[in-house]
């Protein structure tokens, strides 16, 4: 089968031939149909040395957690899942059966493998295995590029799952990438009062008016706190850091009122420096958040296919596999793209 494998840290992406996956009893594997290019890979297929605590990647992955697709095959004890069904997965492997995969957390399970990061194959490929007990089907009314756009609204939806909004509240939302933009259209969802979107890229703030800011700050030029006060009337409660680099987790405290709560979901893989003292004589109430729930795509799934939420502007294009390694290698520097997805 064909499939985008990674080299070396800072060189492009190869299509090349791999041998295709072969299910186990609990897996099944899935014709890729649309698989989404998340920050997290392009972070990935850069690291060269400290990753930040991040394993560099094995030359020969095969990269792709944000996918939907169609059932090909299933192994011999898969029960409920039939070929040619279209499904969506979480993007790792477990057991299915601990406390930590019942409760929808299979990510906390002690046989996890993760799916696209080195351990298994990811959805850059014409097939790949997924596990029975983290496959979903896709509603009728949610096509493949949608399915793909479970797991980044998922990412988002945990995130402000974890600042605890309540309806009526301001939120300022630091970084209008795929996930800043996600951050955006679950407040919006959740009855926030003002959503002000800062970004240094003025194409990303018109992608974030669309998915709900009621504001947006060019960082560039402008004052995010100054902007996000003057918009709101006051400090906004709610701070969602999803920039990811040095300095930014400063800026949200900086920003953040007195007794502020703020989720960090950013993925800063350098080392930063902070004052403690502000988040300190502030009484910052600080989360940090990985992953969601199985229970988190249950949701999306049944919001799309009820088209309750809209996350068509985060879509930039799909493309085929002959034009991958090079989108792939300008997603590196181009910043006014959102979600670019490999389209089989
Ligand atoms: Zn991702
Ligand atoms: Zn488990």
New binding site residues.
């Given amino acids: 089968m064909r499939a985008a494998v990674f080299q070396r840290a800072g060189a492009p992406l190869v299509i090349e031939q791999v041998a295709a996956p072969s299910p186990g009893p609990d897996d099944i594997i899935l014709a890729v149909r649309r698989c989404g290019i998340c920050g997290s890979d392009l972070h990935m297929a850069e690291i060269h040395g400290d990753g930040g605590g991040m394993a560099p990647l094995p030359a020969g992955a095969v990269m792709g957690h944000e996918f939907a697709g169609e059932v090909a095959e299933v192994g011999s004890a898969v029960q409920g899942f039939a070929v040619g069904e279209r499904v969506t997965a979480l993007p790792y492997r ?9 409760s929808g957390r ?1 990510y906390r ?4 493998r993760y799916t696209g990061l080195g351990q298994e194959g990811g959805a850059y490929a014409e097939y790949m295995r997924i596990g029975c007990h983290e496959t979903l089907r896709l509603p009728p009314g949610v096509d493949f590029t949608r399915g793909a756009l479970v797991e980044p609204l998922a990412v988002g939806l945990h995130a402000v799952n974890a600042a605890r909004l309540l309806a009526g509240e301001s939120v300022l939302v630091l970084g209008a990438g795929p996930i800043g933009l996600a951050v955006t259209l679950w407040c919006r969802y959740f009855g926030a009062r003002h959503v002000v979107v800062s970004d240094r890229v003025p194409e990303r703030l018109a992608l974030a008016e669309r998915l709900g800011a009621s504001a947006t700050v060019d960082a560039t030029r402008e004052d995010v706190m100054g902007v996000a006060k003057r918009h709101a009337g006051k400090r906004p409660e709610v701070v969602l850091e999803c920039i990811g680099v040095p300095g930014s987790q400063q800026l949200a405290m900086d920003c953040a009122p007195m007794g502020g709560r703020i989720v960090n979901v950013g993925v800063c893989m350098a080392p930063d420096t902070i004052r403690p003292v502000k988040a300190l004589t502030k009484e910052l109430q600080i989360n940090y958040v990985f992953m969601y729930r199985r229970q988190d795509f249950e949701l999306i799934l049944d919001l799309l296919d009820r088209e309750r939420i809209d996350p068509s502007p985060m879509l930039t294009r799909e493309i085929g596999f002959d034009d991958f390694p090079t989108a792939f290698e300008s997603l590196k520097s181009d910043k006014t793209a959102c979600k670019v997805m490999l389209r089989l």
């Fill in positions: 477990a057991c299915g059966h601990c406390l930590a995969c019942q299979g399970c002690t046989q996890v």
